[in-house]
């Protein structure tokens, strides 16, 4: 295909089901992922970067399909013997594959590697071809709030399996920090896609940062972003919960409207045909497909219909 730079935002599960479907004649070497570090972890010393890891199990083809996070056909061994033998009250699910990369990614940044540096040594000794980079190499956290205390993004979802009265959602670090691979990424492409992850937990993290953003409107690719919602019904994970707690109506205009100047195109699921008119009236491109992503075929074919816009313009 006669472009050089296809550029994802991604975080969660739904960008990764996307990713898995990226079509055979585009070279790796074009994409760049520009991943969520806002729900990252220490687990025992170990740092855990659940939505980068998911992109890097995804692009070796070792992801754990059924889940969409860790690595298929992975033991539990390391956390069994933490739970049954050493009496420790585990929640945090964490393989032993899946903790091999973590042992290895922290060990990297005790040797002083930022976790760019890492993250991109981790994805060529994975065989990956295609860029994937962290949103910035500051922590910047995801924490809800709920009724009763403040909790990290994973003791909300994993400890307590999203059960607490969410409040707000919010972000804490540097939200004026990114890193230049990113910023170039972002100025450099001709597509950029932001997946149909979460929009506040795994995509708000990235757009919270003043310079992504900035640097998303400023951009002269084509920008386009994929619904996670179809109707009223988010397509996975806590999204209604957490976009009622901002404010927000359960629905594909709620998304948007957290997108705004950084996008120029919306793609919604081909039934939602009653929000085509306030899109346009956003002066946003709508575009009507079946968002469902059941398997490789239907996310190549989303990549597909998000890249015709561009595509058409080299021909």
């Known amino acids: 295909m006669k472009f050089n730079n296809l550029v994802f935002l991604s975080g969660g599960t739904g960008t990764p089901k996307l990713l898995s479907g990226i079509p055979k004649d585009i070279s790796p070497e074009k994409i760049t992922i520009i991943g969520n570090t806002g729900d990252d972890w220490n687990f025992y010393g170990l740092y855990v970067s659940p939505d980068i890891d998911s992109v890097l199990f995804t692009l070796s083809a070792i992801i754990d399909k059924e889940k969409w996070w860790g690595v298929a056909g992975d ?49 060529k000794q994975l065989g990956i071809k295609s860029v994937i980079l962290p949103m910035s190499n500051d922590p910047v956290t995801t924490f809800i709030r709920t009724s009763e ?45 932001i997946g149909p992850s979460n929009p506040v937990s795994s995509l708000g993290p990235i757009l919270s940062i003043k310079p992504i953003r900035e640097a998303l409107k400023e951009t002269k690719a084509f920008r386009i972003a994929i619904s ?57 491109e709508p575009i009507l497909e079946d968002i469902t992503v059941k398997n490789e075929l239907d996310a190549s074919r989303i990549i597909m219909r998000s890249m015709e816009h561009q595509i058409n313009d080299f021909y």
């Open 149 to 193: 205390e403040i909790l990290h993004l994973q003791e909300y979802w994993v400890k307590y399996k999203g059960k607490p009265e969410v409040k707000n959602v919010f972000f804490q670090g540097d939200l004026n920090s990114t890193t230049n691979e990113v910023l170039n990424a972002i100025k450099n492409a001709e597509i950029i896609i």
């Open 75 to 123: 033991t539990f061994n390391l956390i069994d013997f933490l739970r049954k033998r050493l009496n420790e009250e585990i929640w945090f699910n964490l393989g032993d594959f899946d903790a091999s990369l973590c042992l290895y990614r922290t060990w990297l940044l005790n040797q002083g590697q930022s976790i760019t540096q890492a993250t991109d040594m981790i994805r």
């Open 228 to 284: 996670p919602i179809i109707g009223n019904n988010p397509v996975s994970g806590p999204t209604k919960i957490f976009l009622n707690a901002w404010g927000r109506e359960t629905n594909p205009l709620s998304t948007v409207e957290l997108y705004p100047e950084i996008i120029d195109a919306f793609m919604i699921d081909k039934t939602d045909h009653s929000f085509v008119n306030r899109l346009k009236n956003l002066g946003i």
